[in-house]
């Protein structure tokens, strides 16, 4: 499978359809504003590691963000009402990366605080990813030209 932060983007809002199919959900900040109560998925900051054989650990943070009318009735009811589904159902969740294939993916360190009215639903993705290679190796050997040398016999 191919682990990309389109793929990873698209699976996660996929969940957060699943569970409330009436909220929109953006990946970034909508220009004219946006209609609550919805979804925003950003990502945080987020390493990459090498490791053994061209292969990298990659942490991946993400910021799920769910924004509804201020001041509303039962509003906090409704944020706490959230962060019970985005704990189970983020706990591993199905990736999709186009190809018609699905992994399941863990989120580790999951955490929710609310903000300015703001539920923050933060976890981290971390997969082990290899970089494809373009070129066979052996199929680009180069000709050496080196002589042995023969010492004198005695």
Known sequence: MIFTLQCVSDSLAGVLKAGY?????????VPQGADPPCFFIFFMPSTIEGQVDERYMR????????????????????ILEVAEYLDGALELFPYHDGSGGTALVRTFERQWKIEDGELHYQSHIKQRVAVPRDTIRMQEMEENDAKVKKGKEG
């Open 21 to 29: 199919p009436d909220y929109p959900v953006y990946g970034s900040p």
């Open 59 to 78: 942490d991946l943070g993400v910021d799920i963000v769910f924004v509804q009318e201020r001041c509303i009735v039962d509003g906090n009811a409704r």
